[in-house]
Nanobody, 123 residues
Framework: PLVESGGGLVQAGGSLRLSCAAP????????MGWFRQAPGKEREFVAA????????DYVDAVKGRFTISRDNAQNRVYLQMISAKPEDTAVYYC??????????????????WGQGTQVTVSS
């Protein structure tokens, strides 16, 4: 029930904005996360945002370069990427878990997932 968009090819140092939509579903009661999986690697946590934007967190590798945000009125979550690096190359997934608590880092705690969008950063 989640649909990602915005992936593509970008040069190192460039920017990209990923978007996640939830057609037919209200997202304001959900914790939202972004994960990524590079070839031959485990899926890893990238960023998460609480239901009311009161809390966000990021994996150390993207802190200062990625920003997660949400627009509950539009039922969308975004991941703004700047200063992209080749090691950011991966399939990026949007995930959702219902709850008014904090944020979650464990992918197994998320209930809904998108199909993924490919991000390739060329050097």
């Amino acid at each position: 029930p989640l649909v990602e968009s915005g992936g593509g090819l970008v040069q190192a140092g460039g920017s990209l904005r990923l978007s996640c939509a939830a057609p037919g579903r209200t997202m304001d009661a959900y914790v939202m996360g972004w994960f990524r999986q590079a070839p031959g690697k485990e899926r890893e946590f990238v960023a998460a945002i609480s239901w009311n934007e009161g809390r966000t967190d990021y994996v150390d590798a993207v802190k200062g370069r990625f920003t997660i945000s949400r627009d509950n009125a539009q039922n969308r979550v975004y991941l703004q990427m700047i200063s992209a690096k080749p090691e950011d190359t991966a399939v990026y997934y949007c995930a959702a878990r219902r709850g008014y608590g904090g944020i979650y880092y464990d992918s197994t705690l998320y209930t809904y997932w998108g199909q993924g969008t490919q991000v390739t950063v060329s050097s």
